[in-house]
T-cell receptor, first 112, second 114 residues
Framework: AQSVAQPEDQVNVAEGNPLTVKCTYS??????LFWYVQYPNRGLQFLLK????DNLVKGSYGFEAEFNKSQTSFHLKKPSALVSDSALYFC??????????WGAGTKLIIKP | ETGVTQSPTHLIKTRGQQVTLRCSSQ?????VSWYQQALGQGPQFIFQ???????GRGNFPPRFSGLQFPNYSSELNVNALELDDSALYLC?????????????FGPGTRLTVL
């Protein structure tokens, strides 16, 4: 079955420190992976995606993600966290019927 | 901003009623997808339309139906509302039909069923 797991409900990071939000996936064939961010009472904003090629993908707002095929992971990273990065982050994988299959989300809290 | 708009922002209905939610896709986009996001959960895929035809559906009953119009606006219709239908409904549009396509989301419609 196709699925996405985000093992951490919440991640706390001090401002200026690096951050990592974890995501693992299960899908048959080549994965198409996405990260989105959701601010309170807002829709989902696209951050980045992995289709093929370089395992390190760069996206919006200084975020990047590392694709690891052997570990079936696609962790979201940022070298230096900002308070404004505090939000809900979702990892998704493309499934059958072109749908996106989503993780449960990880709440990222950046403390000043 | 993605250029995807949804209306209304909020909606309150009672059990058994019918509701229509609307979405206007980003200019030039050919696909539109609808998702249901319950509180504290990730979105769940309802269905996708491409060139006015439904071309993918998630595990939702037939009382969830949709339309896509030539101007790439779309509707989500839900009949016989149930309490569990209370959720944020998200519309997303994409440039092309395919696995690698990025979907851009609107702000959502918050539906409350009493």
């Amino acid at each position: 079955a196709q699925s996405v797991a985000q093992p951490e409900d919440q991640v706390n990071v001090a401002e200026g420190n690096p951050l990592t939000v974890k995501c693992t996936y299960s899908v048959s064939g080549n994965p198409y992976l996405f990260w989105y961010v959701q601010y309170p009472n807002r829709g989902l904003q696209f951050l980045l995606k992995y289709i093929t090629g370089d395992n390190l993908v760069k996206g919006s707002y200084g975020f990047e993600a590392e694709f690891n095929k052997s570990q079936t992971s696609f962790h979201l990273k940022k070298p230096s966290a900002l308070v404004s990065d505090s939000a809900l982050y979702f990892c998704a994988v493309r499934g059958r019927n072109y749908q996106l299959i989503w993780g449960a989300g990880t709440k990222l809290i950046i403390k000043p | 901003e993605t250029g995807v708009t949804q209306s209304p922002t909020h909606l309150i209905k009672t059990r058994g009623q019918q509701v229509t939610l609307r979405c206007s896709s980003q200019s030039g986009h050919n696909t539109v997808s609808w998702y249901q996001q319950a509180l504290g959960q990730g979105p769940q895929f309802i269905f996708q339309y491409y060139r006015e035809e439904e071309n993918g559906r998630g595990n939702f009953p037939p009382r969830f139906s949709g339309l896509q119009f030539p101007n790439y606006s779309s509707e989500l219709n839900v009949n016989a509302l149930e309490l569990d239908d209370s959720a944020l409904y998200l519309c997303a549009s994409g440039l092309a039909w395919g696995q690698a396509d990025t979907q851009y989301f609107g702000p959502g419609t918050r539906l409350t069923v009493l």
